[in-house]
């Protein structure tokens, strides 16, 4: 087993990474930004290393630094968590190279399924099911308008490098075409330096269900079950759920063994999810592979009891999966809303600035993965997702009630945050039924509804907390009397001033 391993990553990732190393008695080396400075992560591993500024492409994204220092330190392994270097090939091809074991798949692997192209040919050649569209990128407007007039509009482009909902764009009529592929470039271009396209057939109503497979270097391949995520905002998950309400155990047998046999057309081994679009009749279709840990892995770990992480850096290690799959079976039902700092009100825009108030719920069933506390900094430079909240309990219907007394005991203050608008989702009776599609929240007329002072959010009392928050530390700092030479800019210090 590794003794120590570097983990290039932040936040909530990163913490759930460290408490994965304690249990298995290897020592954890978190990186930082200055942004990071006091971040949950780095107060909470063996080791610490400022990385760089503030900005990703200066820390977080600066490959050289990263290995440099796992070297420096003696790291045996170099964990991702998910982002960043997660899916980057030329970072897995640096940290092979470099004799440190990288915590994932190799990078023939990711490279394999990094081009969305290249992974439907793949897919194609070995019977798993995909969209009808182009296995090859489209070169000109002439040639994606007579494709999708063969395929019938609806059409979907897609960038072919893309993730993440960018890169993707509607096209209803040949008319609507031209503007779309150019704009669609111009993203896929900006995003992924990469300006290649390819078309789909639009599915109507499709769900989101995915597959968490995990395989280690010994040819064993198993699978976890399936997750339900097609409550989305622009294009990216907000609740996830396991197992999928609408999957019935003949369609996941089905779905299963593809993700399987996808699994093992590029050679995997790790933990990978493999995601499907399913139409109403539940046929289902590949859309990618995600070569990394996913943010929704938690309520796959609640229904199985499988530690993922743990998996994932054991299997890194050399050793099989230490499951059989007859050995696993679904228990119960879970469910998780990511928390973020956003405005849901107003196009659901970031909202940053200091945590003033932070205070997890707990119970039976109830987990919170999160990165931040008390006087935590919601930052402009990354992403602002604060924590998620994942709720288990016998059945569905209890998961959702579960849930809801989870999103009101959480309470947090001095940013704006989308609990209301979770709980919102969770209430409606699309949701309670099953019956709603990856449309699901573009459709939602939810504006005026969120405003419904009848919903008990503890609104009034985080108010009130953020008040007395503010003044108790502006009290603590009018009272110091430390003299500005004597103060110290080391996060343990800052910590316990």
Same mark, same amino acid.
Request: one cysteine or more.
């Given at each position: 087993?590794?003794?120590?391993?570097?983990?290039?990553?932040?936040?909530?990732?990163?913490?759930?990474?460290?408490?994965?190393?304690?249990?298995?008695?290897?020592?954890?080396?978190?990186?930082?930004?200055?942004?990071?400075?006091?971040?949950?992560?780095?107060?909470?591993?063996?080791?610490?290393?400022?990385?760089?500024?503030?900005?990703?492409?200066?820390?977080?994204?600066?490959?050289?630094?990263?290995?440099?220092?796992?070297?420096?330190?003696?790291? +045996?392994?170099?964990?991702?968590?998910? !982002?960043?270097? %997660?899916?980057?090939?030329?970072?897995?091809? $640096?940290?092979?190279?470099?004799?440190?074991?990288?915590? !994932?798949?190799?990078?023939?692997?990711?490279?394999?399924?990094?081009?969305?192209?290249?992974?439907?040919?793949?897919?194609?050649?070995?019977?798993?099911?995909?969209?009808?569209?182009?296995? $090859?990128?489209?070169?000109?407007?002439?040639?994606?308008?007579?494709?999708?007039?063969?395929?019938?509009?609806?059409?979907?482009?897609?960038?072919?490098?893309?993730?993440?909902?960018?890169?993707?764009?509607?096209?209803?009529?040949?008319?609507?075409?031209?503007?779309?592929?150019?704009?669609?470039?111009?993203?896929?271009?900006?995003?992924?330096?990469?300006?290649?396209?390819?078309?789909?057939?639009?599915?109507?109503?499709?769900?989101?269900?995915?597959?968490?497979?995990?395989?280690?270097?010994?040819?064993?391949?198993?699978?976890?079950?399936?997750?339900?995520?097609?409550?989305?905002?622009?294009?990216?998950?907000?609740?996830?759920?396991?197992?999928?309400?609408?999957?019935?155990?003949?369609?996941? +047998?089905?779905?299963?063994?593809?993700?399987?046999?996808?699994?093992?057309?590029? %050679?995997?081994?790790?933990?990978?999810?493999?995601?499907?679009?399913? +139409?109403?009749?539940?046929?289902?279709?590949?859309?990618?592979?995600?070569?990394?840990?996913?943010?929704?892995?938690?309520?796959?770990?609640?229904?199985?009891?499988?530690?993922?992480?743990?998996?994932?850096?054991?299997?890194?290690?050399?050793?099989?999966?230490?499951?059989?799959?007859?050995?696993?079976?679904?228990?119960?039902?879970?469910?998780?809303?990511?928390?973020?700092?956003?405005?849901?009100?107003?196009?659901?825009?970031?909202?940053?600035?200091?945590?003033?108030?932070?205070?997890?719920?707990?119970?039976?069933?109830?987990?919170?993965?999160?990165?931040?506390?008390?006087? %935590?900094?919601?930052?402009?430079?990354?992403?602002?997702?604060?924590?998620?909240?994942?709720?288990?309990?016998?059945?569905?219907?209890?998961?959702?009630?579960?849930?809801?007394?989870?999103?009101?005991?959480?309470?947090?203050?001095?940013?704006?945050?989308?609990?209301?608008?979770?709980?919102?989702?969770?209430?409606? +009776?699309?949701?309670?039924?099953?019956?709603?599609?990856?449309?699901?929240?573009?459709?939602?007329?939810?504006?005026?509804?969120?405003?419904?002072?009848?919903?008990?959010?503890?609104?009034?009392? $985080?108010?009130?907390?953020?008040?007395?928050?503010?003044?108790?530390?502006?009290?603590?700092?009018?009272?110091?009397?430390?003299?500005?030479?004597?103060?110290?800019?080391?996060?343990? $210090?800052?910590?316990?001033?």
């Amino acid at each position: 087993m590794f003794k120590k391993i570097l983990i290039a990553n932040r936040g909530e990732i990163a913490v759930r990474v460290i408490k994965a190393c304690r249990e298995l008695g290897i020592k954890s080396a978190a990186i930082y930004s200055d942004a990071d400075l006091t971040s949950l992560h780095a107060r909470m591993a063996d080791e610490a290393f400022n990385i760089g500024a503030s900005p990703s492409s200066e820390s977080y994204l600066n490959k050289t630094k990263i290995i440099e220092l796992a070297k420096k330190i003696d790291a +045996d392994a170099i964990h991702p968590g998910y !982002g960043f270097f %997660s899916e980057n090939t030329s970072f897995i091809e $640096e940290v092979e190279k470099s004799g440190i074991t990288f915590i !994932g798949p190799t990078s023939k692997s990711v490279k394999m399924m990094g081009s969305k192209t290249a992974a439907r040919t793949l897919m194609s050649k070995n019977k798993v099911p995909v969209v009808p569209g182009t296995l $090859e990128a489209i070169s000109n407007v002439e040639e994606g308008i007579k494709i999708s007039e063969n395929i019938g509009f609806p059409v979907l482009l897609k960038a072919s490098a893309g993730g993440g909902g960018k890169g993707m764009r509607k096209v209803t009529s040949k008319d609507e075409f031209k503007s779309a592929f150019e704009s669609t470039k111009r993203e896929a271009l900006k995003s992924f330096a990469n300006d290649e396209v390819y078309l789909e057939k639009f599915i109507e109503s499709p769900k989101h269900i995915e597959v968490q497979v995990i395989a280690d270097k010994h040819g064993n391949y198993r699978h976890v079950f399936e997750r339900e995520c097609s409550i989305q905002r622009r294009h990216q998950k907000i609740i996830e759920e396991a197992p999928s309400s609408f999957v019935d155990s003949i369609t996941r +047998d089905k779905i299963t063994a593809a993700a399987i046999q996808a699994a093992k057309a590029c %050679s995997y081994f790790n933990a990978g999810t493999i995601e499907f679009l399913m +139409d109403t009749n539940k046929e289902f279709y590949f859309l990618e592979m995600n070569t990394r840990i996913q943010v929704e892995h938690p309520v796959t770990e609640l229904i199985s009891g499988i530690d993922l992480v743990k998996e994932q850096i054991s299997i890194a290690a050399g050793n099989i999966i230490s499951f059989n799959q007859n050995d696993i079976r679904i228990n119960g039902y879970a469910l998780e809303c990511r928390i973020y700092a956003e405005d849901p009100e107003n196009s659901f825009l970031p909202s940053t600035g200091k945590i003033l108030l932070y205070k997890e719920p707990n119970g039976i069933g109830v987990r919170v993965d999160s990165g931040f506390a008390a006087d %935590s900094e919601i930052s402009i430079y990354y992403d602002p997702m604060i924590a998620k909240l994942i709720c288990w309990d016998r059945d569905r219907s209890n998961a959702i009630c579960r849930m809801n007394r989870a999103l009101d005991e959480f309470q947090i203050a001095g940013i704006t945050t989308n609990k209301k608008f979770l709980n919102y989702i969770l209430n409606t +009776d699309e949701f309670a039924s099953g019956n709603y599609d990856i449309n699901f929240i573009d459709n939602l007329n939810y504006t005026s509804l969120l405003s419904d002072k009848s919903s008990n959010n503890n609104d009034e009392y $985080e108010i009130a907390a953020s008040v007395l928050a503010a003044l108790k530390k502006s009290n603590r700092k009018s009272s110091k009397t430390k003299s500005a030479s004597e103060s110290s800019n080391t996060w343990w $210090e800052q910590k316990y001033e």
